[in-house]
């Protein structure tokens, strides 16, 4: 499964954009991107996913480069309950759809 | 609502003393697994279901068991706990591969 890579930790303003990159250079031409959140110990949560195209839901809008090697999840108006840890996926293909949870990158909003 | 529900939400135990975990989900999903997680390691994901009666092995089985008798339920079982089976853990259920996971609020085991 490919390997992805994002920053430990950003902050961002209350209300502003926020926008968190993720590098999986090794994704295949099948494989999707997943975003998930922690909020602190709590289980995480689904944000958003997309193979090609950018996709936009309630709570965020996807950006994936042509070549697909590199995304951005936005956070458009992050607000302090977005502070939590923020996970770039491409799960496996198996039928284990096995999602590996790296390090992600703690996004920290300040007031 | 839909949801995925894991009991007990906290646990204190002591070796040996067999544990059932529970998890049921009510959104018909067929897809069902259970994960660690642990300071440093993110989460492991521990067996997973693809359907009724369907189960198999993740990353990090040993010392555990599953079963999957009905769609909305898949209990972990950890029949002898050990100390370094002291973790935090997720249940999540899918409608299938490459479909978001729905997870639970967690369940963290202590074994003394």
């Known amino acids: 499964d490919a390997k992805t890579t994002q920053p430990p930790s950003m902050d961002c303003a209350e209300g502003r954009a926020a926008n968190l990159p993720c590098n999986h250079s090794t994704i295949s031409g099948n494989e999707y991107v997943y975003w998930y959140r922690q909020i602190h110990s709590q289980g995480p949560q689904y944000i958003i996913h997309?193979?090609?195209n950018n996709e936009t839901n309630e709570m965020a809008s996807l950006i994936i480069t042509e070549d697909r090697k590199s995304s951005t999840l936005i956070l458009p108006h992050a607000t302090l309950r977005d502070t939590a840890v923020y996970y770039c996926i491409v799960p496996d293909q198996t039928g284990a759809n096995n999602l590996f949870f790296g390090t992600g990158t703690r996004l920290t909003v300040i007031p | 609502e839909a949801q995925v529900t894991q009991n007990p939400r906290y646990l204190i135990t002591v070796t040996g003393k067999k544990l059932t975990v529970t998890c049921s989900q009510n959104?018909?999903?067929?897809?069902m697994s259970w994960y660690r997680q642990d300071p440093g390691l993110g989460l492991r994901q521990i067996y997973y279901s693809m359907n009724v009666e369907v189960t198999d092995k993740g990353d990090v089985p040993e010392g555990y068991k599953v079963s999957r008798k009905e769609k909305r339920n898949f209990p972990l079982i950890l029949e002898s706990p050990s100390p370094n089976q002291t973790s935090l853990y997720f249940c999540a259920s899918s409608l299938g591969l490459n479909q978001p996971q729905h997870f639970g609020d967690g369940t963290r085991l202590s074994i003394l």
């Open positions: 997309g193979l090609k």
């Open positions: 959104m018909n999903h067929e897809y």
